[in-house]
């Protein structure tokens, strides 16, 4: 049921104070080489399943109440994949980050439906050679950072698929192999409910949506609802976690895109099929005929419902890629990267997340406060660290490309007074790239004096 405001806040808070923590998950390990693809025992696509997806793996012993993370404040970057294009910048971020005092790299080897490794189920960046001695950028990093004391946290970007200005011409990309998983615009719902997802004009109208609504989206999202797609990224998390020595698994974008997502026809299909047993008899049948008529009959005449299932999908692949990672390598650190306002992420991007720490299926909070409003951080972290009552560690997220040295000094401080467990940089290559607010590209070393080896 949608609450009001007030409600979710104070609902928010109490639903959080009981919260059951994983064991043993130090962040230790040593480096992977460089190999290529091994016999994997994770998850398959659903086609070499016969269609079904399995069912979410339980570890069989419960979790107790230990903390998840090194009792020591964590430091920690997210490293975009640019960075991760060539071994010499790879070996290079790797060192500045240790000579800064950045113990946690948070890699993105998934960024738009691409593998920055050696993938068994997507193809490599583009921009990347594909001979069978290419560049590892996954496993190369392990080992620079192993090496040196790092820890390697792969960051996968869970719905966000495909930029809409320029799409992926590899026939493997699942952007080509299954347009039918993509994410449908409201807008479009009507138009496409019944059109094949193979014909051109389908994936044409949902990449002309995005880029007419580029300010809103950034580009083109898989359908969360669609099992196929479960399915799809649930296997790349476990083929990541068993052939790579990683300490973490970061998931990102793993959200709705807006409210006015998803209204595929496997979304729908999914929905109606959701609401047996929600239903009275007459309800049932008067909604039926009107589908008949209007594929968005029952999202209509259910809002309230229609919400409720979709926190339940990504919620549900969440609670899956936790128990999938627990059962196979249980040290390994499940995070993601949070929506800072909780209500937005509650209502409009179907991030319950809150639901994810009361149940214990997420190790670490990275919380996205890319604000350089001192206040608002302080207001939202501090709601974060609370509603987490100390059993599931905040990483307070600061954008340093929106903040000046200082500001982000100031709010490293500010998350060391609420209680944060650590904190994580966006991003790495902003922050050694001279440019706009960083001329001289010296702003990592500038944080980490002054935070970090400063007064």
Same mark, same amino acid.
């Given at each position: 049921?949608?609450?009001?405001?007030?409600?979710? $806040?104070?609902?928010?808070?109490?639903?959080?104070?009981?919260?059951?923590?994983?064991?043993?998950?130090?962040?230790?390990?040593? /480096?992977?080489?460089?190999?290529?693809?091994?016999?994997?025992?994770?998850?398959?696509?659903?086609?070499?399943?016969?269609?079904?997806?399995?069912?979410? +793996?339980?570890? /069989?012993?419960?979790?107790?109440?230990?903390? /998840?993370?090194?009792?020591?404040?964590? &430091?920690?970057?997210?490293?975009? =994949?640019?960075?991760?294009?060539?071994?010499?910048?790879?070996?290079?971020?790797?060192?500045?980050?240790?000579?800064?005092?950045?113990?946690?790299?948070?890699?993105?080897?998934?960024?738009?439906?691409?593998?920055?490794?050696?993938?068994?189920?997507?193809?490599?960046?583009?921009?990347?050679?594909?001979? /069978?001695?290419?560049?590892?950028?996954?496993?190369?990093?392990?080992?620079?950072?192993?090496?040196?004391?790092?820890?390697?946290?792969?960051?996968?970007?869970?719905?966000?698929?495909?930029?809409?200005?320029?799409?992926?011409?590899?026939?493997?990309?699942?952007?080509?192999?299954?347009?039918?998983?993509?994410?449908?615009?409201?807008?479009?719902?009507?138009?496409?409910?019944?059109?094949?997802?193979?014909?051109?004009?389908?994936?044409?109208?949902?990449?002309?949506?995005?880029?007419? &609504?580029?300010?809103?989206?950034?580009?083109?999202?898989?359908?969360? !609802?669609?099992?196929?797609?479960?399915?799809?990224?649930?296997?790349?998390?476990?083929?990541?976690?068993?052939?790579?020595?990683?300490?973490?698994?970061?998931?990102?974008?793993?959200?709705?895109?807006?409210?006015?997502?998803?209204?595929?026809?496997?979304?729908?299909?999914?929905?109606?099929?959701?609401?047996?047993? =929600?239903?009275?008899?007459?309800?049932? !049948? +008067?909604?039926?005929?009107?589908?008949?008529?209007?594929?968005?009959?029952?999202?209509?005449?259910?809002?309230?419902?229609?919400?409720?299932? $979709?926190?339940?999908?990504?919620?549900?692949?969440?609670?899956?890629?936790?128990?999938?990672?627990?059962?196979?390598?249980?040290?390994?650190?499940?995070?993601?990267?949070?929506?800072?306002? !909780?209500?937005?992420?509650?209502?409009?991007?179907?991030?319950?997340?809150?639901?994810?720490?009361?149940?214990?299926?997420?190790?670490?909070?990275?919380?996205?406060?890319?604000?350089?409003?001192?206040?608002?951080?302080? =207001?939202?972290?501090?709601?974060?660290?609370?509603?987490?009552?100390?059993?599931?560690?905040?990483?307070?997220?600061?954008?340093?490309?929106?903040?000046?040295?200082?500001?982000?000094?100031?709010?490293?401080?500010?998350?060391?007074?609420?209680?944060?467990?650590?904190?994580?940089?966006?991003?790495?290559?902003?922050?050694?790239?001279?440019?706009?607010?960083?001329?001289?590209?010296?702003?990592?070393?500038?944080? !980490?004096?002054?935070?970090?080896?400063?007064?």
């Amino acid at each position: 049921m949608t609450r009001s405001c007030g409600e979710f $806040r104070r609902g928010f808070c109490r639903a959080l104070v009981a919260v059951v923590v994983l064991s043993g998950c130090t962040l230790v390990g040593g /480096p992977l080489p460089e190999a290529g693809p091994q016999p994997t025992r994770g998850g398959r696509p659903a086609a070499e399943r016969g269609g079904q997806p399995a069912a979410t +793996e339980r570890p /069989p012993v419960q979790p107790s109440a230990t903390p /998840p993370a090194t009792t020591a404040e964590v &430091h920690a970057l997210w490293v975009v =994949r640019s960075t991760l294009t060539h071994a010499d910048s790879i070996r290079a971020m790797v060192r500045r980050a240790a000579e800064a005092g950045f113990g946690d790299l948070i890699v993105q080897v998934r960024g738009r439906g691409d593998a920055y490794y050696r993938g068994r189920w997507e193809p490599p960046p583009a921009n990347q050679d594909p001979s /069978p001695d290419q560049l590892d950028p996954l496993a190369l990093a392990i080992r620079e950072a192993h090496a040196r004391g790092l820890r390697v946290h792969a960051w996968v970007n869970a719905h966000l698929l495909a930029s809409a200005e320029l799409p992926p011409d590899d026939p493997r990309h699942l952007f080509n192999s299954g347009p039918g998983l993509l994410a449908v615009a409201r807008p479009l719902a009507r138009a496409l409910h019944d059109m094949d997802p193979n014909d051109d004009r389908y994936r044409d109208a949902i990449v002309r949506h995005a880029r007419e &609504h580029s300010g809103e989206l950034e580009g083109v999202y898989t359908a969360p !609802a669609h099992p196929e797609v479960k399915e799809h990224v649930y296997s790349v998390v476990m083929d990541v976690v068993e052939r790579y020595d990683v300490d973490g698994i970061h998931l990102d974008y793993v959200r709705f895109p807006g409210p006015d997502f998803d209204y595929s026809r496997a979304a729908l299909d999914g929905f109606r099929e959701w609401t047996t047993g =929600r239903l009275g008899s007459e309800r049932r !049948a +008067e909604l039926d005929a009107a589908a008949t008529r209007d594929p968005l009959a029952f999202v209509d005449a259910l809002p309230e419902l229609w919400d409720d299932f $979709r926190r339940e999908q990504i919620t549900e692949l969440v609670e899956r890629v936790y128990y999938g990672v627990k059962k196979r390598k249980p040290p390994v650190v499940v995070s993601a990267a949070l929506f800072a306002n !909780a209500e937005d992420a509650y209502r409009n991007r179907f991030q319950d997340w809150a639901t994810w720490l009361r149940q214990g299926i997420l190790d670490v909070a990275v919380l996205m406060a890319y604000t350089p409003d001192s206040e608002l951080f302080r =207001r939202q972290l501090a709601a974060a660290v609370e509603a987490a009552g100390g059993l599931r560690p905040v990483w307070a997220g600061i954008g340093a490309y929106s903040n000046t040295v200082s500001g982000t000094v100031e709010k490293i401080r500010i998350a060391r007074t609420l209680g944060a467990r650590g904190i994580s940089l966006f991003s790495y290559d902003w922050a050694v790239t001279p440019g706009n607010g960083n001329p001289s590209g010296t702003y990592l070393v500038e944080v !980490a004096r002054a935070a970090f080896t400063g007064p």
